[in-house]
Nanobody, 120 residues
């Protein structure tokens, strides 16, 4: 079994920065793709950013130029650097991993979520 654990959320003023981390643990696994999603109260969960095993990235239009997704394959950890934060970025942020496990196959795993609040 694989577990994803997020960290780095919190309260920040508008214009500030936060860095989220997502650490995967378990045995006999390989992370294929990673993504960050967010869900604000009363809204559907949306994709914020994703990164493939080859390092190709994709961003929601609302965060382009402000957020940067990255990964450290040796540490099985993904990151989301969030700059120039806005109140509308307030949400619970979830890490997602498309993970290959042996002998199970490929499946989607989710972290427990971390709260990001942007407010003065």
């Amino acid at each position: 079994q694989v577990q994803l654990v997020e960290s780095g959320g919190g309260l920040v003023q508008p214009g500030g920065s936060l860095r989220l981390s997502c650490a995967a643990s378990g045995s006999r696994f390989k992370i294929v793709d990673m993504g960050w999603y967010r869900q604000a109260p009363g809204k559907q969960r949306e994709l914020v950013a994703s990164i493939t095993s080859a390092g190709s990235t994709n961003y929601a239009d609302s965060v382009k130029g402000r957020f940067t997704i990255s990964r450290d394959n040796a540490r099985n950890t993904g990151y989301l650097q969030m700059n120039s934060l806005k109140p509308e970025d307030t949400a619970v942020y979830y890490c997602n991993g498309r993970i290959l496990t042996l002998p199970g196959g490929i499946d989607d795993y989710w972290g427990q979520g971390t709260q990001v609040t942007v407010s003065s």
